[in-house]
């Protein structure tokens, strides 16, 4: 699968990643109310905070989630490079009579946008993690926000996305079965319908099946290269004189049970942040409350063994070839999840290593049944999408 850019992705194929209808009042108030409990809920921002503060939000598509922000009184500078969303968004601030929160609208994408000033709040969702230069970009935003600032991004997580790389592997597979040349196919689109769309409509999701297959089963910036994890940003939000605030989903217990005078250091807190992660690696390669926190930490071994998984699934997908041999279940996940004394993660395990053996041996007809037998699989869809708040220290 060839790649230029993930903007020239979207354009290429004329569509909007998150398309988010707003026709009518009650899809607003439930748009308003999903964004209102990430801000307040999740990151622990009051939506009052951005009354009447700058805010800079890189990546603003076609403006659902900035009218959010607009409707709490924030001064809004858009930057959006594509173009084709820029017609809607003009068109719903002007709907909701929002305009005049809009303080500058550049087409520019983050790299080329430049400001002598520093904003109250940054924003840059969907993308940050897809650039060649991201470490650079993430810097980019710290020195553009003002001290005691905000800001939020958004990243694919390398070891949450486990299992939608996995789907995304046995969708390739299955179509090389069906002599199916091109992943962009509606043919493709029917057979990823085949296997998943059952379970896809049972989500809480803010778009369309074709678009999920679009934007995730096919997209080829959904590779070990542009999947991010939190040591590596947790190591830039120091760097960049910064400190880890909050995130979503909210799997760390950093702040439970402190007491308040208790004050540690960044350095600390981004100590226990990681720690945390460690004890919480089951749950981000399932996505389920019920294999949350561990007591022992996973093992580096552990680590390494998806790290590796994740890259070999990568490569099959970029390259879209035959070479399975290669691609065996890794046997340091097997016994780990094995070890774990939860019956969901040891049904979880069961079903990877039955799927991996069918990707491998097996026929279309096989496959098809095979997943659709892995029921832990196919209720589970990982940690594959996360936001990240952190401050700019005063």
């Known amino acids: 699968m060839s790649r230029k850019s993930l903007l020239s992705y979207y354009q290429d194929y004329h569509f909007n990643p998150v398309p988010i209808p707003l026709e009518d009042e009650a899809s607003w108030k439930a748009h308003f109310a999903k964004r209102h409990n990430l801000y307040q809920r999740h990151l622990g921002i009051p939506i009052s905070f951005f009354s009447d503060r700058s805010v800079l939000e890189f990546g603003c598509n076609s403006g659902e989630n900035s009218l959010v922000l607009a409707s709490a009184g924030a001064n809004l500078t858009l930057v ?76 694919d997580d390398r070891y949450g996305c486990l299992l939608e790389i996995t789907k995304r592997m046995i969708l390739l597979r299955a179509c090389q079965l069906k002599s199916i040349d091109d992943i962009n196919s509606e043919a493709s689109l029917e057979i990823a319908k085949e296997f998943y769309e059952e379970d896809f409509l049972k989500l809480k999701a803010s778009r369309p099946f074709q678009v999920w297959w679009k934007d995730t089963l096919i997209n080829p910036f959904f590779t070990w290269d542009d999947l991010w994890t939190y040591p590596e940003i947790v190591s830039l939000i120091e760097k960049a004189g910064c400190e880890f605030y909050s995130s979503s989903p909210r799997w760390s217990s950093i702040d439970y049970y402190e007491w308040y005078k208790d004050v540690s250091s960044t350095r600390e807190r981004h100590e226990r942040l990681l720690d945390n992660w460690l004890r919480s690696f089951p749950y981000f ?110």
């Open 80 to 155: 959006e490079p594509n173009d084709q969303v820029l017609p809607r968004l003009k068109a719903l601030f002007k709907k909701f009579d929002l305009e005049a929160r809009i303080t500058e609208l550049v087409k520019k994408d983050i790299a080329r946008f430049e400001s002598e000033k520093c904003y109250d709040a940054v924003l840059a969702e969907g993308f940050l993690n897809t650039l060649p230069n991201r470490d650079e970009m993430f810097r980019k935003i710290a020195r553009l926000l003002v001290p005691g600032g905000v800001s939020v991004i958004s990243f």
């Open 285 to 394: 390669l399932t996505g389920s409350p019920g294999s949350s926190q561990q007591d022992q930490a996973v093992p580096k071994s552990v680590i390494d063994a998806v790290d590796n998984l994740i890259r070999q699934l990568s490569d099959y997908t970029q390259k879209y070839s035959n070479e399975f041999v290669s691609l065996t279940y890794p046997t340091a996940l097997d016994k780990y999840l094995a070890a774990i004394s939860e019956p969901l993660m040891t049904e979880f395990n069961d079903d990877l290593k039955m799927i991996y053996a069918a990707v491998r041996v097996g026929g279309f007809n096989e496959l098809l049944h095979v997943y659709k037998s892995a029921k832990r699989i196919r209720n589970f869809w990982g940690t594959p999408y996360h936001y990240v708040c952190f401050t700019k220290l005063i």
